[in-house]
């Protein structure tokens, strides 16, 4: 383990601040990362149905109150104090009118009191459990980000937010592990669960052309015998906003892909999340 | 309204068991009516995480213990002590190893202790929403059967349950009421929610080839100017089941669609369903 495998939630989040981290795969293992989504309060109940009826592609860890960036809720998400949603992230891209305007490190300067924050569960909260399985995921062996691709998986539509389709992350595996991949994953409900698609076959289901050329992240090598394992991913909303388009009043933020916001939650908060109000 | 209109969801679950109903489009009016799904205890894990995963198709409402057919939790859910969910369905569709087998009016000598049974939301829950908007559904004036449509739309994977699509219940609108349709529909997200697509161009997305020849259920008339609206529709976990095959072990029981269980959760409960613990 390397010594950044000891660092907490909350030091990742300080480290982030200071600009000092890029890609948190891997980071604080055990610990819930998340993708954002900051949009202006006006749209926040069409978003956060849109979350509701796509639970894997963005499932809801938590959310703040109209123009508050220090406290998520649940409380439980995010616990210091010192939190803030506009500098904690690694970096942040910004999006006017549904299109893509630029990446930057912190959102003060941009930030209004009428922005809400979503909190939406990341895939890499359970590499480790992967990799305490013998099966660590290719990128953190390679040191590249995570290969992400554009499907045509619908996004159920929510109001403003209609016409999008999915992001799947991708990982390598040998063909007689997918099942065992499944299992470990599966319980990871609140942060994309078991994989939506596997196999060569999944590229031409998915729609896509070129598994060497992903939308987001690096590219990643197989080896002999090995199949692409997709998993639904969490900058699917940033779909749903430039699906949206004009109809969006005002600048969002959304995290850069690879660069996570950590959540002090762990895998011990999953048998929560992630649920109906009975079991 | 007819007499009809005016019994409880309680006398037509009486009536059901007696086999006086067929369709319930339209019965007990402010009632949510929900699809049913029954299987064998070692595989309700892997059905009720295809819930969570799919809540637009699959809404869960309630769920019965192990071999007991009698109470759902939440126990609002159906509160009549003298309930059975083996006889209060007016039909049930038989599937053994994922194939359909036959149409049976009740349960009784195909039940074993080992049974879990799922409800899930039905969109005639807010049919009585959009009769009161002045958008009565066509097949209720016409006195049809709503039409269904298996689509391209993914299911996405819960262990043995991978590799189904979604089937979806279609009702003809005017192009100018397809936003107000969207708005009435949109709070009931337990009971399928907004449409999921909508529009002739929707029928290439969807994968429907001949909107005359519906999966289930009856053709609807179109008159001029109007457009196929299509909502997810709870006949989906039955692909599901088909989709499984012989991995699931034993019979498996369903609602016939459009013969649903009439439940006693209201409009009013609504808030409570479909939204996360946190709001």
């Not at 010594?3 to 601040?17: C, F, G, N, P, V």
């Not at 099942?179 to 196999?199: K, N, Q, S």
């Not at 289901?205 to 997709?230: H, M, N």
């Not at 969006?248 to 109906?276: C, N, Q, S």
Request: aromatic fraction near 8%; charged fraction near 20%.
């Amino acid at each position: 383990m390397s010594t950044q495998h000891k660092q907490t939630a909350h030091q990742i989040r300080l480290l982030s601040r200071k600009n000092h981290v890029t890609n948190t795969s891997g980071l604080a293992p055990g610990h819930l990362q998340a993708n954002l989504l900051i949009l202006p309060s006006k749209h926040s109940q069409d978003f956060q149905n849109l979350c509701h009826r796509n639970p894997v592609s963005c499932p809801l860890l938590g959310l703040t109150k109209i123009g508050n960036p220090h406290t998520i809720s649940p409380s439980t998400c995010i616990q210091s104090e010192d939190f803030d949603l506009r500098t904690d992230c690694p970096k942040y891209r910004v999006y006017k009118n549904g299109t893509y305007l630029e990446t930057v490190t912190d959102l003060l300067p941009l930030w209004t009191d009428d922005y809400v924050g979503f909190l939406i569960g990341c895939s890499f909260s359970f590499e480790d459990a992967l990799s305490a399985a013998g099966l660590k995921p290719r990128h953190q062996v390679s040191g590249t980000m995570v290969a992400m691709y554009k499907t045509r998986i619908p996004v159920l539509a929510s109001g403003i937010f209609k016409g999008a389709t999915c992001v799947v992350s991708m990982r390598p595996y040998r063909e007689q592990d997918v099942e065992r991949v499944r299992e470990v994953t599966r319980p990871y409900l609140a942060t994309h669960g078991e994989p939506v698609d596997w196999g060569w076959e999944a590229l031409q289901r998915l729609g896509i052309r070129d598994i060497e050329r992903p939308d987001f992240g690096e590219k990643q090598l197989f080896e002999e015998g090995e199949v692409p394992v997709f998993w639904a991913c969490g900058v699917t909303p940033q779909m749903a906003v430039m699906a949206a388009g004009d109809k969006i009043d005002g600048l969002v933020f959304a995290h850069e892909p690879g660069h996570m916001l950590l959540t002090d939650f762990t895998v011990k908060d999953l048998e929560m999340l992630g649920r109906p109000l009975y079991n």
